[in-house]
Nanobody
């Protein structure tokens, strides 16, 4: 069974940083487009960042310049470095693995990020 396990969430003060990790197992990781999405209370899930198999990245407008997505194919892991965090970044963050040529899309269970003083 495919597993995506997120880690690295927690409580951080405004202006602080966190690095999220998502470890994948039982998939051919290197061919998947990996992404991070988030869902705040009472809001719809929104896409934060993606990275393709070839390393091309894309970001939501409100995180561009603050967040960086990266991947380590040797470790089957995707990362989200989050800097200059704001209270509005508070959400459950989910990673996903998608084969863009098909309907295959796996999701992790999520990790809570809370930005508060």
């Amino acid at each position: 069974q495919v597993q995506l396990v997120e880690s690295g969430g927690g409580l951080v003060q405004p202006g602080g940083s966190l690095r999220l990790s998502c470890a994948a197992s039982r998939i051919m990781f290197k061919i998947y487009t990996m992404g991070w999405s988030r869902q705040a209370p009472g809001k719809q899930r929104e896409l934060v960042a993606t990275i393709t198999a070839t390393g091309s990245t894309n970001y939501a407008a409100d995180v561009k310049g603050r967040f960086t997505i990266s991947r380590d194919n040797a470790k089957n892991t995707v990362y989200l470095q989050m800097n200059s965090l704001k209270p509005e970044d508070t959400a459950v963050y989910y990673c996903n693995a998608e084969l863009t040529s098909s309907s295959v899309n796996y999701w992790g269970q999520g990790t809570q990020v809370t930005v508060s003083s």
